[in-house]
């Protein structure tokens, strides 16, 4: 019995909505070690934006708005720790409710990871998953896998000093 299937006997299974690096099943695969299974889905009434300096996105709530992404389906708790701490201090874990694409009326309540600096002066415009993909998915995966390496480690640094020494040391201008 995998590690996952042990653990979802154990604890809690949750939803996790994903709206940025995490649409990669190449990114979750490094991060949780599978692929689970998802849906498509769309955030009404919250913004994605670019953020200056960083290559993954924000979302914060906006009127009128829709964000467009999947929810991840049963996380266990212990991937859902893993989550926070790859989310870092940037990120507050929020309950959203979802409309599911593939089922119009079916709304569901997940987990999102909401930008804590609702006045963030380097948030701007919108975020596009496509454009991310082929310009620094690469690069990302990369970062994700010394991050996950890291955190085997006792002193591990957390994701953003990561991201940040991972982009500095490489020269790479997100």
């Known amino acids: 019995m995998g590690t996952a299937t042990a653990s979802a006997m154990s604890g809690n299974l949750h939803s996790v909505f994903v709206y940025g690096s995490l649409l990669a099943d190449d990114v979750v695969r490094i991060f949780l070690k599978r692929v689970p299974q998802s849906s498509s889905a769309i955030l009404n009434n919250y913004h994605r934006f670019s953020i200056k300096g960083r290559v993954y996105p924000a979302i914060l709530p906006l009127e009128n708005h829709k964000v467009t992404g999947r929810v991840l389906l049963g996380i266990t708790d212990p991937e859902l720790d893993s989550l926070d701490i790859f ?60 991050f996950v390496e890291e955190l085997e480690l006792p002193e591990s640094k957390p994701r953003v000093a990561t991201y940040e020494s991972y982009y500095n040391q490489n020269d790479i201008n997100p």
């Open 87 to 146: 989310e870092d201090f940037e990120y507050e874990r929020t309950s959203v409710d979802v409309c599911l694409t593939d089922t119009p009326d079916n709304y569901l309540q997940a987990q999102a990871y909401v930008w804590t600096n609702k006045n963030d002066p380097n948030l701007y415009g919108d975020w596009n998953f496509e454009e991310w993909r082929g310009l620094h998915m690469e690069d990302f995966m990369k970062m994700t896998v010394g």
